[in-house]
């Protein structure tokens, strides 16, 4: 039982000749007194225990939270780099294709034109050998 001021307040210790306590209910008064100091030092004992136990895990948490921080800023940038590098090859990939595009595209407008130069040529031939005949 907690040691309380109602407790105290409580107790009746009757006196002897109006002058003096009785030795066995002081007694008992201060056997209580002293039990109820006794768990509550070790109430407070254990609490303070465990108050350190709680500051030296929070300790701990702020530098695991110190580490994960560090850690997704390196991963971060390393993501950023690594998106920028695929950008600028896809970029240069893209402007290899439009070049490849424009140099097929020259290609065929050439092609088409020597055909079409090659049609006429055969043509003209024809009506020649037509006209002659």
């Given at each position: ?26 007694d008992a ?33 702020a ?5 994960v ?12 780099a ?10 240069a ?14 290609l ?18 024809l ?7």
């Amino acid at each position: 039982m907690a040691l309380s001021r109602s407790k105290i307040d409580g107790y009746m210790i009757p006196t002897v000749k109006g002058k003096y306590y009785e030795k066995g209910v002081v007694d008992a008064l201060l056997m209580d007194i002293a039990n109820d100091a006794d768990e509550t030092l070790t109430e407070l004992s254990s609490a303070r225990r465990r108050v350190n136990e709680l500051e030296k895990r929070e300790e701990s948490i702020a530098q695991a939270l110190v580490i994960v921080r560090e850690l997704s800023e390196q991963i971060l940038s390393k993501a950023k780099a690594e998106a920028e590098k695929i950008i600028m090859e896809s970029t240069a990939k893209q402007l290899e294709i439009e070049q490849e595009i424009a140099r097929l595209e020259n290609l065929k407008s050439a092609y088409r034109e020597d055909l079409e130069t090659e049609i006429k040529n055969l043509m003209a031939d024809l009506l020649t050998k037509v006209k002659s005949e």
